[in-house]
């Protein structure tokens, strides 16, 4: 069974950065498709960026593009996701996601069956 950590979360001010991570165990994740939601309080789940096995295809919501940057370390099995110049529209708990088989839409939760248990991410103004 594929077991997803995600960790990096915190309180910054706007226009800082943080790093997140999703770190894999039980299986490679290079392997997996890879999706980076995030959810406020009050809003549903969204998708905020994706990467297919072999690094092939990456996708970022329009709100995030510029500035999130999501990549892999093949030797930690590890997803990162990159954030810069953040918002406090970026609050949110961010969750990575995973899926063996192919992702048709990336933005939809239900393509997931691994998820993490979740990191807050807060942006003061």
């Known amino acids: 069974q594929l077991h997803l950590v995600e960790s990096g979360g915190g309180l910054v001010q706007s226009g800082e950065s943080l790093r997140l991570s999703c770190a894999g165990s039980?299986?490679?994740?290079?392997?997996?498709?890879i999706g980076w939601f995030r959810q406020a309080p009050g809003k549903e789940r969204e998708g905020v960026s994706f990467i297919t096995p072999r690094d092939a295809t990456i996708k970022y919501a329009d709100s995030v593009k510029g500035r999130f940057t999501i990549s892999r370390d093949h030797n930690k099995n590890t997803v990162y996701l990159q954030m810069n110049s953040l918002k406090p529209e970026d609050t949110a708990v961010y969750y990575c996601?995973?899926?063996?088989?192919?992702?048709?839409?990336?933005?939809?939760?239900?393509?997931?069956?691994?998820w993490g248990q979740g990191t807050q991410v807060t942006v003061s103004s």
């Open positions: 996601a995973a899926s063996i088989f192919e992702v048709v839409t990336w933005g939809d939760e239900h393509e997931y069956d691994h």
């Open positions: 039980g299986y490679t994740l290079d392997d997996y498709y």
